[in-house]
């Protein structure tokens, strides 16, 4: 928490500073992962991990996780190499945009998630490829089930399937969430994700 308030005053990590909307917000909403999934021993990646999130409390729960964390933005990378040194945390830390990291990663890992990055049926066509088939992506969302609803098409596109969806609210009226889990069933098709610019025009 202080190395995040610190850093945020030079580089732009996230709009929540006080210590308790910290604790729950960022924290403990990254800790709910833990309803979804027995993360013990995993590969796992999380995919916009921006400052750590859900990645690092994940990691500090289980340590032996094997953490790989992907953001398009190298200051941000660059604070959780800071994060990881001091907290002494062992993480591969790739400054890449998921569409291009994809190309040496494709069906590596056996859970990828992701929070606070796009709209689930843009996210799913970014993280569903690098999922072994049998493994799981994780979305973590707000209380929007229109979202979800909506995207079943393109995880069903990608090879995938809605398994659960996780429903929980945060303490002290802090808002409610869900958890998308869902299960890789068969191979991605080469032909996803596309270009960026072709994921946001005609999403799918
Ligand atoms: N997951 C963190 C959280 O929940 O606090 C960060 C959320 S932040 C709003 C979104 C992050 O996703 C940013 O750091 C951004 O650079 C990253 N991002 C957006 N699109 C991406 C892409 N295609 N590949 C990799 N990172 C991406």
Redesign the pocket.
């Known amino acids: 928490y202080e190395l995040l308030i610190e850093w945020n005053e030079k580089i732009n990590l996230?709009a929540i500073t006080e210590k308790k909307e910290v604790y729950i917000k960022?924290f403990l909403d990254s800790l709910y992962t833990i309803k979804a999934f027995d993360f013990s021993n995993q590969s796992i990646c999380?995919?916009?991990?921006?400052?750590?999130?859900?990645g690092i409390p994940l990691k500090i729960i289980y340590p032996e996780l094997k953490l790989t964390m992907?953001?398009?933005?190298n200051k941000?990378i660059k604070f959780l190499d800071l994060i990881c040194e001091e907290l002494e945390i062992e993480s591969n830390n790739v400054h890449?945009?998921?569409?291009e990291?994809i190309k040496e990663n494709r069906e590596f890992f056996d859970v990828v998630f992701?929070?606070?990055?796009?709209k689930l049926n843009i996210l799913s066509e970014?993280c569903i490829p690098f999922v072994k088939i049998g493994g799981y992506f994780l979305a973590?969302k707000g209380s929007n089930t229109d979202e979800i609803r909506e995207a079943g098409l393109a995880i069903s596109k990608l090879g995938a399937q809605i398994e659960d969806v996780i429903n929980y609210s945060l303490p002290y009226d802090m808002g409610e969430r869900n958890i998308v889990k869902v299960r890789k069933i068969k191979k991605t098709k080469q032909k996803y994700p596309r270009n960026?610019g072709q994921i946001k025009k005609l999403p799918l």
């Open positions: 996230t960022h999380d995919i916009g991990s921006g400052a750590g999130f859900p992907v953001d398009a933005l941000r890449a945009r998921a569409e990291y992701a929070r606070a990055v796009a970014l973590l960026f």
